[in-house]
């Protein structure tokens, strides 16, 4: 079955970087993008960026440009995000969430969400 | 970037209710729209893709329409496990933005 298994919590002062892992199973890591969503505690979803763990890519969100980077290990079908010059606003629950493409009846693809990891808190504070 | 504002950002209901909630795209989108639901303290789940498309093993009380720039979810009636919060995504080109979330309480 497919799992994304997460790292655990995160405390970090302000100014420092944190990096979380997810590691997927269950699949072949390489066929599916990875894509990075945080929720601040009692707020929304915001989607920070996506990975394709074939070749590396990435696309991130303009909100997290220049601080944020996503990488992955193919060897142990991991993917990593990395989040620098923390602040306190950066205090949230942090997601992995695999996209895979899926097709209506008009033949319409989109871009679905369709698994996700546990979520990791990530605390900043002094 | 493509804004999606949702409406109501709160309702009150009880069980057996009709729900509708609304989505709206600052552009237009065809019909490049996901709703999820997500429960206190879980990942959200997928229940409609491409506007309109019910995911598989989501029940049929769910159902989604529009396209283009305005869009509505129906939950036909209300269940316990409904209680929750709902979001609206694009789902064609990055960023994959999401609404701001309605939450669904109990009345």
């Known amino acids: 079955q497919v799992q994304l298994v997460q790292s655990g919590a995160e405390v970090k002062k302000p100014g420092a970087s944190v990096m979380v892992s997810c590691k997927a199973s269950?699949?072949?890591?390489?066929?599916?993008?990875i894509n990075w969503v945080r929720q601040a505690p009692g707020q929304g979803l915001e989607w920070m960026g996506i990975?394709?763990?074939?070749?590396?890519?990435?696309i991130y969100a303009q909100d997290f440009q220049g601080r944020v980077a996503m990488t992955r290990d193919t060897s142990t079908s991991t993917v990593f995000m990395e989040l620098s010059r923390l602040r306190s606003e950066d205090t949230a629950i942090y997601f992995c969430?695999?996209?895979?493409?899926?097709?209506?009846?008009?033949?319409?693809?989109?871009?679905?969400?369709?698994?996700w990891g546990q979520g990791t808190m990530v605390t900043v504070s002094s | 970037d493509i804004q999606m504002t949702q409406s109501p950002l709160s309702l009150s209901a009880s069980v057996g209710d009709r729900v509708t909630i609304t989505c709206r795209a600052s552009?237009?989108?065809?019909?490049?729209l996901n709703w999820y639901r997500q429960k206190p303290g879980k990942a959200p789940e997928l229940l409609i893709y491409?506007?309109?498309s019910l995911q598989s093993g989501v029940p049929s009380r769910f159902s989604g329409s529009g396209s283009g720039t305005d869009f509505t979810l129906t939950i036909s009636s209300l269940q316990p496990e409904d209680f929750a919060t709902y979001y609206c995504?694009?789902?064609?080109?990055?960023?994959?933005?999401f609404g701001a979330g309605t939450k669904v309480a109990i009345k």
């Open positions: 969430a695999r996209a895979r493409l899926l097709f209506d009846s008009s033949g319409l693809g989109s871009t679905v969400f369709d698994f």
């Open positions: 269950g699949y072949t890591f390489t066929n599916y993008y």
């Open positions: 990975v394709n763990p074939s070749g590396g890519s990435t």
């Open positions: 552009q237009t989108i065809s019909r490049n």
């Open positions: 491409a506007a309109s």
């Open positions: 995504q694009r789902s064609n080109n990055a960023p994959l933005t």
